[in-house]
């Protein structure tokens, strides 16, 4: 395919040239590309960090909640503007062999909250509820979490900062005053100033600095693309280990936890997380698999989700809007067959959006499709090749992915084809985990994987076969950067959204390493909806795969 024609409307090139203080050459716009692929060189060995977790003697995560008093507060968005959700813990986990699950009706579930710091006029009472973490295996150790209370908000106004305290009044057991701000109103001029995405957050020394960063943008909301805890890279007596697969010596009848890791995590996020709304989506570091097939309990319980709102009636898959944006979020780790329910509800979800009122319309989901990384190279195939044309027919304008951790940013692209009309494909799952930072590509010489070792049996089927056409033809790996990689670089960091109208948005990835007001990686996303008209798809039956599950 040949390059597409450079067009730069007047309105980018005056915000470009206010965003980059009228530096040479300013920010690319999509309509620039394709671009040829780039890879930054690694920095000296590759920039990693201090890939150490925090230890549970970290002040950041150690409890300072008394009695039943809250902690752990976060605030997540309900699918519309005028409803939130506040979630909190009360009550200290316990871990041993013996151990008493908390009442969960024993505490209450209170919001007071109004416009205004004084009086906390308004009141919104909820549910709560404790889950288990249980390895009945002699040596191992059972979990159960404080209370975890959750409490949606609603009638409130779009656009407005709120006060807020949650915890059991009767107790005398409230959290201090909390803000948050609503998102905008839905429409095509109304967007959320700065949307912050990370992936693969886990709990290091690297996650604080991603964290300082993210917080100096001061994003109005945080997209979380799955992964967070890394509870699942410790044994239960919570020796801990730097890589899932190459864990332990001691093969445990089932992968262990150390579920204190996600206490420490939402104490040490809870000064972001009570004042900026955030979204999570699961990764497979969510599984965290127990005894009788249970798996996702600490990723159900501990997050709210926009599930009944946005008629999924489910935590792994939903959608929410933010002013003119639709979010889609997807599992990939449970059925995304086209027979299945979530294959079901996106084509419904997809089929009620009104671009006139929501323009811009971005999916997430855990494991890239377009990754050109040797790790999890093709990993998620047969979610590809079932999910795309559904996507691709609705015209999703951003996907955002983490699972490899690193940062790659693709042209537009469909079906391995450079394509103006597809979405744009990034990758952050460089957020700073201790599994480290991934360095190497799947077209680097000798390093091309075996097809049959990217498959991951949580991700059901096995789809990754050569390709077919184009200049890697009956390979499995390119020779070279492929075209559909615009740019990739194994550094730490996240990335900001800035909507600024119906056509136009700036994205920006900041670099761990760099100063808070740098960025290592800018991009205009330009939407061409004349161009790229909406034809939904009429969707057959196709192959089923081998899943988890189907709920
Ligand atoms: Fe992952």
Same mark, same amino acid.
């Given at each position: 395919?040949?390059?597409?024609?450079?067009?730069?409307?007047?309105?980018?090139?005056?915000?470009?040239?206010?965003? &980059?203080?009228?530096?040479?050459?300013?920010?690319?716009?999509?309509?620039?590309?394709?671009?040829?692929?780039?890879?930054?060189?690694?920095?000296?060995?590759?920039?990693?960090?201090?890939?150490?977790?925090?230890?549970?003697?970290?002040?950041?995560?150690?409890?300072?909640?008394?009695?039943?008093?809250?902690?752990?507060?976060?605030?997540?968005?309900?699918?519309?503007?005028?409803?939130?959700?506040?979630?909190?813990?009360?009550?200290?986990?316990?871990?041993?062999?013996?151990?008493?699950?908390?009442?969960?009706?024993?505490?209450?579930? &209170?919001?007071?909250?109004?416009?205004?710091?004084?009086?906390?006029?308004?009141?919104?009472?909820?549910?709560?509820?404790?889950?288990?973490?249980?390895?009945?295996?002699?040596?191992?150790?059972?979990?159960?979490?404080?209370?975890?209370?959750?409490?949606?908000?609603?009638?409130?106004?779009?656009?407005?900062?709120? @006060?807020?305290?949650?915890?059991?009044?009767?107790?005398?057991?409230?959290?201090?005053?909390?803000?948050?701000?609503?998102?905008?109103?839905?429409?095509?001029?109304? @967007?959320?100033?700065?949307?912050? &995405?990370?992936?693969?957050?886990?709990?290091?020394?690297?996650?604080?600095?991603?964290?300082?960063?993210?917080?100096?943008?001061?994003?109005?909301?945080?997209?979380?693309?799955?992964?967070?805890? @890394?509870?699942?890279? @410790?044994?239960?007596?919570?020796?801990?280990?730097?890589?899932?697969?190459?864990?332990?010596?001691?093969?445990?009848?089932?992968?262990?936890?150390?579920?204190?890791?996600?206490?420490?995590?939402?104490?040490?996020?809870?000064?972001?997380?009570?004042?900026?709304?955030?979204?999570?989506?699961?990764?497979?570091?969510?599984?965290?698999?127990?005894?009788?097939?249970?798996?996702?309990?600490?990723?159900?319980?501990?997050?709210?989700?926009?599930?009944?709102?946005?008629?999924?009636?489910?935590?792994?898959?939903?959608?929410?809007?933010?002013?003119?944006?639709?979010?889609?979020?997807?599992?990939?780790?449970?059925?995304?067959?086209?027979?299945?329910?979530?294959?079901?509800?996106?084509?419904?979800?997809?089929?009620?959006?009104?671009?006139?009122?929501?323009?811009?319309?971005?999916?997430?989901?855990?494991?890239?499709?377009?990754?050109?990384?040797?790790?999890?190279?093709?990993?998620?195939?047969?979610?590809?090749?079932?999910?795309?044309?559904?996507?691709?027919?609705?015209?999703?304008?951003?996907?955002?992915?983490?699972?490899?951790?690193?940062?790659?940013?693709?042209?537009?692209?469909?079906?391995?084809?450079?394509?103006?009309?597809?979405?744009?494909?990034?990758? +952050?799952?460089?957020?700073?985990?201790?599994?480290?930072?991934?360095?190497?590509?799947?077209?680097?010489?000798?390093?091309?994987?075996?097809?049959?070792?990217?498959?991951?049996?949580?991700?059901?089927?096995?789809?990754?076969?050569?390709?077919?056409?184009?200049?890697?033809?009956?390979?499995?790996?390119?020779?070279?950067?492929?075209?559909?990689?615009?740019?990739?670089? *194994?550094?730490?960091?996240?990335?900001?959204?800035? &909507?600024?109208?119906?056509?136009?948005?700036?994205?920006?990835?900041?670099?761990?390493?760099?100063?808070?007001?740098?960025?290592?990686?800018?991009?205009?996303?330009?939407?061409?909806?004349?161009?790229? *008209?909406?034809?939904?798809? +009429?969707?057959?039956?196709?192959?089923?795969?081998?899943?988890?599950?189907?709920?």
């Amino acid at each position: 395919m040949g390059k597409w024609r450079w067009t730069l409307p007047l309105a980018v090139a005056i915000v470009a040239s206010t965003v &980059v203080g009228g530096g040479a050459g300013g920010i690319p716009t999509t309509l620039d590309g394709p671009f040829v692929p780039v890879t930054s060189p690694l920095d000296g060995a590759g920039f990693r960090g201090r890939a150490v977790d925090l230890p549970d003697s970290d002040p950041r995560v150690r409890r300072r909640a008394r009695g039943f008093e809250p902690e752990q507060i976060s605030v997540s968005l309900s699918a519309t503007p005028d409803s939130v959700w506040i979630s909190w813990i009360t009550g200290n986990f316990q871990i041993g062999e013996h151990i008493m699950p908390l009442d969960p009706t024993s505490v209450a579930s &209170v919001v007071r909250y109004g416009r205004l710091r004084q009086p906390l006029s308004q009141k919104a009472v909820g549910h709560s509820l404790v889950y288990n973490q249980l390895y009945p295996f002699e040596g191992l150790k059972n979990y159960t979490s404080g209370i975890i209370h959750h409490v949606r908000l609603t009638r409130l106004k779009p656009g407005r900062k709120y @006060y807020y305290r949650c915890g059991d009044p009767s107790l005398q057991a409230m959290s201090d005053i909390h803000v948050f701000k609503t998102m905008p109103a839905l429409g095509p001029r109304s @967007y959320p100033k700065r949307i912050a &995405v990370a992936g693969d957050l886990g709990l290091t020394y690297n996650t604080t600095s991603t964290v300082d960063h993210m917080r100096s943008n001061k994003p109005d909301l945080v997209v979380l693309v799955g992964d967070v805890s @890394y509870a699942d890279l @410790y044994l239960t007596n919570g020796t801990g280990s730097d890589c899932y697969h190459c864990s332990f010596k001691t093969v445990s009848p089932v992968h262990e936890s150390y579920q204190p890791r996600w206490d420490y995590w939402g104490r040490f996020m809870e000064p972001l997380t009570s004042t900026i709304p955030i979204m999570v989506v699961e990764g497979n570091h969510e599984i965290e698999e127990q005894i009788e097939g249970k798996m996702f309990e600490a990723y159900n319980s501990r997050f709210a989700f926009p599930a009944q709102e946005s008629g999924s009636f489910s935590t792994f898959y939903y959608s929410f809007n933010a002013g003119g944006i639709h979010f889609v979020m997807l599992g990939a780790y449970i059925s995304y067959n086209r027979s299945g329910e979530q294959y079901r509800w996106l084509e419904r979800d997809l089929a009620g959006v009104d671009r006139k009122v929501t323009p811009w319309l971005v999916a997430s989901w855990h494991p890239p499709w377009y990754n050109t990384y040797k790790s999890h190279y093709m990993e998620a195939e047969c979610m590809r090749v079932e999910m795309e044309d559904l996507l691709y027919s609705y015209g999703v304008d951003i996907v955002f992915n983490g699972h490899v951790h690193a940062y790659e940013r693709s042209n537009r692209v469909y079906n391995y084809t450079l394509d103006p009309c597809g979405p744009l494909y990034i990758t +952050v799952g460089d957020g700073g985990n201790r599994e480290n930072v991934t360095t190497r590509h799947a077209d680097d010489p000798g390093h091309c994987p075996e097809p049959l070792s990217t498959h991951d049996k949580h991700l059901g089927g096995f789809c990754a076969t050569n390709f077919t056409s184009g200049p890697a033809a009956g390979k499995f790996c390119w020779d070279r950067q492929p075209e559909y990689s615009a740019y990739r670089e *194994s550094s730490f960091g996240h990335g900001i959204l800035e &909507v600024m109208n119906e056509t136009h948005a700036l994205w920006t990835w900041h670099r761990n390493q760099d100063l808070y007001n740098s960025t290592g990686d800018a991009i205009y996303v330009v939407r061409q909806p004349d161009k790229c *008209s909406v034809q939904p798809m +009429v969707t057959k039956p196709h192959k089923t795969q081998t899943l988890i599950s189907d709920s």
